[in-house]
Structures are given as structure tokens and as C-alpha cells.
């Protein structure tokens, strides 16, 4: 039986720590699926369809990667996979309390639901979707952080929304 894994997340966008979790699930998993998350309470830079062709353009190359979106609990999505096991990825004992609340929620909503955490390689654990948005939107270059695609993307994105803020205060 081929063994699946479900990598859920934000990806707002893609790093090269994501991608690195990627590369480590591939070497256990037969297939894994990266399933980016669509919060209807928190706001995304990018929207679902970007973080989506992002993260399918990056892993065009890798077999058995599949990249898919999705909204709704991610036990019930894991269900519908035909899978019971979840990735995360373990940066620093930050994420640590975070993730062990996470687990066992999923784990009362589904009890044969299980986690797999994953650290990247140390040059990724201090890095954060967050942090390169910071960057970007400061003036700073990205293309250490996060593949060349979402780098573009950033510079396009951060461009629009300080054409706008500019416009804004013209009229002011
Ligand atoms: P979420 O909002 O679900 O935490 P993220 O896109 O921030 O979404 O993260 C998705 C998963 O990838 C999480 O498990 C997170 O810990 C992990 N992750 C994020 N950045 C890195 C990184 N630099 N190295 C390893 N794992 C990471």
C-alpha cells in the first residue's frame, strides 16, 4: 500500500524551510500532499489560487508531490485522502506549544489522526513566511529565503499595495 502524507499550512507564501520539509517527507512518504490552508477568519497576502501556483510551479519537478487547497477541518480532509498522517514542520521550541494544541485537538475530533514533525535543516529554523514578507515590504531581497517565483511575486505584490497606499495619500 502506498504510504500518504498530508502536509497542511498557510504557505503565505512558500519558503525554502517549507520546501526542505517537502524534500525530508519525500524520502519516508510514497506520495505527499501539500494542502494549503484556506482561513476564513485570517487574512492572507496572497490569496489561495497564488499560494496554490506558487507551491505547483516550485514542485513541478518532484514526482510525488501533489499540491491541492483546501477549506474545512483538516481531520475531514485527511480523511478524504485515505490517509491518517499529517506533517508538520519543527523549527524551535516556539512552535512547540503551538503544534502539541493542534495535535490534540485533531486527535479528540479523530483519533487515528497522527502528526509527524519534522525539523528543516538549520538554515531554515529561524525562517518564517512572516519575517520574508517583512523584509519584501522594508525594501529588503528575498531570494535567500524563498524560491525565485515567490520573490517576484512578493516584489509585484508589495508594489501594488504601495501604489496604493501613495495614491491614497495624494488625495489626502
Ligand atoms: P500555518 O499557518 O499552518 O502554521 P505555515 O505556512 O506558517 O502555516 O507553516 C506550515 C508548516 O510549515 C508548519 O508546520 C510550520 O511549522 C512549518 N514551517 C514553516 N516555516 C518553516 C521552516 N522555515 N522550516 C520548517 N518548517 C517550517
Request: aromatic share 10%.
Amino acid at each position: 500500500m502506498r504510504k500518504i502524507a498530508v502536509y497542511p499550512g498557510s504557505f503565505d507564501p512558500l519558503t525554502y524551510g517549507h520546501l526542505d520539509v517537502i524534500k525530508r517527507s519525500l524520502e519516508i512518504f510514497d506520495k505527499v500532499i501539500v494542502a494549503v490552508i484556506e482561513h476564513p477568519h485570517k487574512s492572507a497576502l496572497f490569496t489561495l489560487e497564488e499560494r496554490v501556483g506558487m507551491l505547483k510551479a516550485t514542485t513541478k519537478s518532484f514526482k510525488n508531490v501533489k499540491v491541492d487547497g483546501f477549506r474545512g477541518l483538516l481531520v475531514n480532509y485527511v480523511k478524504a485522502k485515505r490517509t491518517n498522517i499529517v506533517i508538520r514542520g519543527l523549527r524551535a521550541i516556539s512552535d512547540f506549544e503551538y503544534e502539541l494544541q493542534m495535535v490534540l485537538m485533531n486527535r479528540r475530533l479523530n483519533n487515528s489522526i497522527d502528526t509527524i514533525f519534522l525539523m528543516p535543516d538549520e538554515r531554515y529554523s529561524y525562517l518564517s513566511s512572516g519575517l520574508v514578507k517583512e523584509i519584501v515590504a522594508a525594501g529588503g531581497k528575498a531570494d535567500k529565503f524563498v524560491p525565485e517565483v515567490v520573490e517576484k511575486a512578493l516584489h509585484r505584490k508589495f508594489d501594488i499595495i504601495n501604489k496604493t497606499k501613495y495614491l491614497t495619500s495624494d488625495k489626502i
